[in-house]
């Protein structure tokens, strides 16, 4: 079982900048491929970026990218995403998801653990 908790979440102006951090449980945090994702109200959870196991490759969604920095501190079982240059289409419920088997990937049906979430809200 891995428990997966984020924090840093919060209500910030346009333009601004929030570090989200996802602790993780275990002792095996350094062998799973990480993942952050959002969900806005009324909408599906969407994909936001990718970190491999030894951090050393990302991948984000167009809407994210050059803006997000997705990265891991695997001594302290902590991956974390850095959010710069926030617009209100920012503002969503963010999760972080850890996946067991396989490389980073993109798609939610492909992690096996969630975390709870933490709302991040861009004001105009």
């Known amino acids: 079982q891995v428990q997966l908790v984020e924090s840093g979440g919060g209500l910030v102006q346009a333009g601004g900048s929030l570090r989200l951090s996802c602790a993780a449980s275990g002792r095996t945090f350094s062998s799973y491929p990480m993942g952050w994702f959002r969900q806005a109200p009324g909408k599906e959870r969407d994909f936001v970026a990718t970190?491999?196991?030894?951090?050393?490759?990302?991948y984000y969604a167009d809407s994210v990218k050059g803006r997000f920095t997705i990265s891991r501190d695997n001594a302290k079982s902590t991956v974390y995403l850095q959010m710069n240059s926030l617009k209100p289409e920012d503002t969503a419920v963010y999760y972080c998801?850890?996946?067991?088997?396989?490389?980073?990937?993109?798609?939610?049906?492909?992690?096996?653990?969630w975390g709870r979430g933490t709302q991040v809200t861009v004001s105009s």
């Open positions: 998801a850890a996946k067991t088997v396989g490389l980073k990937s993109r798609s939610s049906d492909e992690y096996d653990y």
């Open positions: 970190i491999s196991r030894s951090g050393g490759s990302t």
